[in-house]
């Protein structure tokens, strides 16, 4: 599986993530990742206008909700919410 850095601006700290799957929504790409404890996430794929690719957590609820429930159609995994 393919593992993405994310570096966390308030922590300092970078984690490591498993990508689980994706799905694009409103034009925008958002990835269902894993950490090493099986945690799972939203993230958010920013593309800046240098074409470089930079994700943050999704914040919004109601973003997060449409994604979410975007995502828990798969029936290759369970997500709780």
Known sequence: ???IEFFDELTGETI???????AVI???KYLLVADEEDNATILKEII????EITYELVEDDNEFQKAA???MES???D???
């Not at 490591?16 to 994706?22: A, P, R």
């Not at 800046?48 to 074409?51: R, V």
Request: no cysteine; net charge negative; glycine share 8%.
């Open 1 to 3: 599986m393919e593992k």
């Open 16 to 22: 490591l993530f498993e990508l689980v799957d994706y």
């Open 26 to 28: 409103d034009g925008h």
């Open 48 to 51: 800046d206008d240098g074409d």
């Open 69 to 71: 429930l975007t995502l």
């Open 75 to 77: 029936d290759e995994y």
């Open 79 to 81: 997500i709780e919410i």
